[in-house]
């Protein structure tokens, strides 16, 4: 039996975590495969409490006591993974029907790391053309033919070549998928509308922090484009010392409702 795990963070995410969540526990999966979630809550007690209210009984949750950003979470969930594949998704995303069967299908023959093409939708998962973090993009239906480096699918191999994410406020992952690519591993982009990306104004790419137009995104964009350079010529290792949050518990659903605690990071 082989394992896909999906690892979701979430912060401030109550509004959207459960059309995530059930979406990806409704996919149908190939003979020969089982799922695995893991939510990080990333200091967010207001997501945290939504999740104690709902009943997912086989979600894995790791809550971090203190706000780390998005790539920290998904690092400390990794100590946690199992699967043969790791699935990176976000928690105000959503997997449409046949999202893991065909990432698998990729990686069983012959990619290393898979990513999807996407629909744009308003917050009510309706299909939009208006993004506000393109303000001069328009896609038709929106439709986004391409691939986006947020959502993928990687061999195990990858992860542990790799360490993990940059501790970075946002493009780690697409630090991520470059370094895999200097590593040699190959990367697919598969040409099917797979999920629906939700656009909101807490969104990474919107919020006024670290949004397209920001300073803190320049840098990060720039400092990317120079590690590439260095990663291609062999001048800095592609393995990155993974950082994750010590101060973690993990938690699983209780009878009935509430959440209690199974072990202390």
Excluded at 122 to 138: G, H, I
Excluded at 198 to 213: E, G, I, K, V
Aim: net charge negative; charged share 25%; with cysteine.
């Amino acid at each position: 039996m082989h394992t896909i795990s999906v690892l979701i963070a979430a912060f401030d995410a109550r509004r959207w975590l459960g059309d995530s969540l059930d979406a990806v526990f409704a996919q149908t999966l190939p003979p020969g495969w089982r799922l695995q979630v893991l939510l990080g809550i990333d200091g967010c007690a207001d997501t945290l409490d939504y999740i104690a209210t709902a009943s997912y009984p086989d979600l894995l949750i790791v809550h971090l006591r203190r706000n780390r950003g998005t790539y920290v979470t998904f690092n400390t969930l990794m100590q946690y993974a199992q699967g043969d594949l790791i699935a990176r998704f976000d928690a105000d995303d959503v997997m449409r029907d046949g999202y893991l069967a065909a990432h698998i299908d990729a990686l069983q023959t012959g990619a290393d790391l898979s990513m999807s093409w996407s629909i744009y939708t308003d917050e009510q998962l309706r299909p939009t053309s208006v993004v506000p973090a393109l303000p001069d993009y328009r896609p038709e239906n929106g439709e986004r033919r391409m691939g986006t480096d947020g959502q993928f699918v990687a061999k195990r191999a990858v992860w542990q070549r790799l360490g993990g994410f940059r501790p970075w406020p946002c493009t780690a992952d697409s630090e991520f998928v470059i370094r895999a690519q200097a590593a040699g591993f190959r990367t697919l982009v598969l040409e099917e509308f797979l999920y629906l990306r939700r656009t909101h104004a807490r969104s990474l790419t919107t919020d006024p922090a670290t949004n397209y137009q920001s300073d803190t995104r320049s840098r990060m964009r720039d400092l990317t484009l120079a590690y590439r350079d260095e990663y291609l010529s062999g001048r800095r290792p592609v393995e990155v010392e993974a950082e994750i949050e010590p101060e973690h518990v993990l938690v699983g659903p209780g009878p009935g409702h509430g959440l209690y605690a199974m072990a202390a990071g």
